[in-house]
C-alpha cells in the first residue's frame, strides 16, 4: 500500500509524518477524550507515543516505532486501531442515548403489566472483549 492510501485512512486526525534518527512517527490531532494508551495498552504496546500539545478540544499525539517495512506496518494498524477504537466508542454512546430514549418513551407510555414482560433479544450475544459468548443467555429480562 502506498502513502497516499495509508495517510487517507487516518482521516481528517492526521497531522504529520516524519522520520527522525531512525524512527518513524506519524501526528495525529485526537479529540482531547480519545483514549490513546488504554488502547494500545490493550493491545501490547507495539508502538510509542509521545504526548504534544493540547488544546479545550483536542491533543497531539505522536506514535513512532523503528523505521522499518514491518514496525511501520505495525504502527499504521495501532494508529487506526485507536481511531477505529474511539470512533466505535462514540457510535456506541450516541446509540446508547437513542435507546435510552427509546425506552423512556415505551416506559411513558406503556403500563406497568407490560413493561414486566419486556424482553431484549440479541442475536449475537458478547463478552467485554467484543468475542461471542455461548455461556450467556439469549434473553435478558
Given at each position: 500500500m502506498n502513502l497516499y492510501n495509508?495517510?487517507?485512512?487516518?482521516?481528517d486526525y492526521f497531522?504529520?509524518?516524519r522520520s527522525h534518527e531512525g524512527l518513524i512517527l506519524v501526528d495525529m490531532v485526537l479529540p482531547l477524550n480519545w483514549e490513546v494508551t488504554k488502547v494500545l495498552g490493550?493491545?501490547?504496546?507495539?508502538?510509542?507515543?509521545?504526548?504534544?500539545?493540547?488544546?479545550?478540544k483536542q491533543k497531539i499525539i505522536s506514535f513512532f516505532s523503528p523505521f522499518d517495512e514491518?514496525?511501520?506496518?505495525i504502527l499504521v494498524d495501532e494508529v487506526l486501531n485507536v481511531v477505529?477504537?474511539?470512533?466505535?466508542?462514540?457510535?456506541k454512546n450516541e446509540l446508547l442515548n437513542i435507546k435510552?430514549?427509546?425506552?423512556?418513551k415505551m416506559f411513558n407510555e406503556n403500563n406497568v403489566d407490560s413493561l414486566k414482560r419486556l424482553n431484549f433479544n440479541f442475536?449475537?450475544?458478547l463478552d467485554l472483549n467484543g468475542q461471542e459468548d455461548q455461556d450467556k443467555p439469549s434473553v435478558v429480562q
Open positions: 495509508n495517510i487517507e485512512k487516518f482521516g497531522n504529520s509524518i490493550s493491545r501490547g504496546n507495539k508502538i510509542q507515543i509521545q504526548k504534544g500539545k493540547k488544546s479545550d514491518e514496525n511501520t506496518e477505529k477504537w474511539n470512533k466505535d466508542l462514540e457510535y435510552m430514549l427509546e425506552l423512556k442475536n449475537d450475544i
